[in-house]
């Protein structure tokens, strides 16, 4: 396990949202990469256009994990999922996934949607669904009663990678990730920006993996987002500056000169992706990981699967890109193998 250790140096703040130092940027073992991973936001259901509620929720969905973990496991995939409170509290999940997390053919973690986590000490407000908005005790707290209930539903796993429910990592969750032995952070959705929500601004990070505060320390595996078409490059600087003018990104993206593509079957065709994939390799990352979001392995309950047929072309999007990624040579990783593999 990578955990802090005396005499190694600092290598840039101690912040997740801040831009690394490049002597930050995790080196890997010889012949590791480039690797994938596949990521899912383990989740209660529920409305995304209404306000948020603590209770009201569904778990409908928790058996078709099971199916999911089978369909990954053809493929060679060892999914990481990423289990939040209402997950972790519902006897189903140990049903769906505790046998293959026994059998290290899926692993897990922790995501943090504090409205739904206890204690519930903070007033309902969009800007306290960012987790890292709140009085750190309390962001620690909220951690730590959800990491206690992930490791009772798996017979006492500990899980060691975590991201933050909307992202919303703030300027104390490192520290407490640290505390709370976590090696692994997966909070960074590079190039995207949920300031105007209260959130974090992600649109300077890098898209590399980095250590947040120290070689050995807390790692930071930033969701994989790049920029395609001739414009590509100009991506990190132009993108945020047409936020307030969509209908012009929206023009860029169908001249073929900019678009913003993340690693996910929600709202990407898999051609954006393929491209995607090809264009993360071209830059030589690593690391890519993917991303989606459970309840949308169960039609209506996301607005990116409505129906049986979306559902299909879910899955259909997975083969379709666990197939290209083997043609690239590019094999899945777990989180114990990225540990292992990063050099201190």
Known sequence: MLAPREGLAPVTR????????????????????????VTVDTEEEFD??????????????????????????GFGVTPVYLIDYPIASDPGISAALGQAVADGRAEIGVQLHPWVNPPHAEDLTVSNSFAGNLEP????????????????????????????????????????????????DTSVRAHFDYSSQGGPDFTGLPAHPW?????????????????????????????????????????????GLMNRVPLTPEGVSAAEAIAGIDLALGDGLPVLVFSFH???????????????????????????????????????????????????
């Open 137 to 184: 005790a309390l962001e620690e707290a909220k951690l730590v009663k959800l990491r206690d209930t992930i490791s009772r539903a798996f017979n006492g796993t500990a899980p060691l990678i975590y991201r933050a429910g909307r992202y919303g990592v703030g300027p104390h969750t490192a520290a407490i990730l640290g505390q709370a032995s976590i090696a692994i």
């Open 211 to 255: 250590w947040v505060d120290r070689r050995g320390g807390l790692m930071e595996l930033p969701l994989t987002t790049v920029f395609s078409g001739l414009l590509r490059r100009a991506g990190p600087w132009l993108f945020p500056r047409l936020w307030r003018v969509p209908r012009l990104r929206g023009v860029l993206a169908r001249l």
């Open 48 to 73: 995304w256009s209404k306000p948020f509620e603590r209770t009201g929720h569904g778990l409908s969905h928790v058996p078709r994990l099971a199916k999911f973990q089978q369909f990954c496991e």
């Open 294 to 344: 459970s309840p949308s392995l169960r039609p209506g309950n996301t607005p990116y699967v409505r129906d049986d047929d979306q559902l299909d072309q879910l899955y259909g999007w997975w083969r379709t890109v666990f197939a290209h990624l083997a043609r690239r040579g590019v094999r899945p990783a777990g989180v114990a193998q990225i540990m292992q593999a990063a050099q201190i």
């Open 14 to 37: 101690a912040a997740i949202a801040s831009p690394p130092a490049p002597e930050a940027h995790v080196r890997f073992a010889a012949g590791f990469g480039p690797r994938f991973v």
